[in-house]
């Protein structure tokens, strides 16, 4: 049986969804480079570390820019600067973006942090063009201190999951998207995810979903520097990106379309780690992962970018 974040990789590869034109890409693209260069000038002013992550280090490493066929750009901080960066962002960029966070004045929708670019749309699915998140964005993950203590980590690391899953199915019961259903239920697989999140996100919507992502943020901290980061928000949740800290800092340094930017410390370890061996080798085509979306729209000159 596929998982659930397989049957939506499916979702975003069905070729009867609306697909973005080049021009679209070139204009989200240039966006994103806007933005993160925004974002890469404020942690400098205020010395504060932000570093690409996820597949956009692999797009750093392999491509020297964007993966050709992704459509996102990730970054990550450590849990310290980003406190930080919450006190001075609308001072700083507030013109131009929202902060959208747990346990930040804007509640967030997902469970990491998300940059928003005023007066623009891109509808993903779940969403509706209202929703405040439905704006081109770049992601910030959080890169936490790691318990060393075997048994402790594990407890912390199996509590931290189970939040994020009640989480999740409660996103899906509040975020309730004709489209998407009906899309899902195509399938038989589909069908029964659907339904299973359904019913699982009414049992435990005794919470709101911006609420569960306050208690998922507040459970994934540990206070204590220790010899272990990782980032559980990422896409192997608590466990996936525990590394030793030295891989991601002190940062590296690498290009990304021609912008100097920050790696983690030990590119190779990071991505071999969540991605293989050979991560140099392109993906199958039916392998690339895309976000499954429904409108985009450019507003305000985007930006004269």
């Not at 750093?60 to 750009?73: E, K, S, Y």
């Not at 980003?82 to 001072?91: M, N, P, R, Y």
């Not at 779940?126 to 890169?143: A, L, Q, T, W």
């Not at 998407?180 to 699982?200: D, H, P, Q, S």
């Amino acid at each position: 049986m596929k998982s659930y974040k397989a049957l939506l990789n499916s979702l975003s590869n069905d070729p009867s969804l609306r697909q973005l034109t080049d021009d679209e890409v070139t204009k989200l693209r240039k966006i994103f480079l806007k933005t993160f260069q925004d974002l890469d000038e404020c942690c400098k002013k205020y010395n504060l570390t932000v570093m690409l992550i996820g597949g956009t280090v692999i797009g750093a490493v392999r491509h020297n820019g964007f993966i050709p066929w992704d459509d996102d750009l990730d970054v990550a901080m450590p849990r310290e600067d980003f406190e930080k960066l919450k006190k001075i962002f609308d001072q700083e960029l507030g013109d131009k973006y929202i902060l959208s966070s747990p346990n930040y004045k804007n509640n967030a929708n997902n469970r990491f942090p998300m940059m928003l670019v005023k007066n623009t749309l891109f509808v993903e699915a779940g969403n509706s063009p209202e929703d405040e998140v439905s704006k081109i964005k770049i992601d910030i993950f959080i890169i936490e201190n790691v318990p060393t203590n075997s048994i402790y980590r594990k407890i912390k690391g199996l509590w931290c999951s189970a939040l994020m899953a009640m989480g999740s199915y409660v996103d899906t019961y509040e975020h309730q998207n004709e489209f998407f259903k009906n899309y899902m239920c195509k399938t038989v697989e589909g069908r029964k995810a659907y339904n299973r999140r359904i019913r699982l996100g009414k049992l435990f919507s005794f919470n709101d979903f911006q609420k569960w992502m306050n208690i998922i943020d507040k459970a994934c901290q540990y206070k204590k520097e220790t010899s272990l980061m990782g980032i559980p928000s990422g896409r192997g949740h608590y466990f996936g990106e525990i590394r030793p800290r030295e891989t991601f800092l002190p940062v590296s340094e690498g290009l990304f379309e021609n912008i100097a930017v920050n790696l983690p410390g030990n590119p190779d370890d990071y991505i071999s780690n969540l991605y293989g061996k050979d991560y140099m080798t392109l993906p199958p085509e039916d392998k690339r992962e895309r976000h499954f979306f429904v409108d985009i729209a450019f507003r305000k000159e985007d930006y004269d970018v």
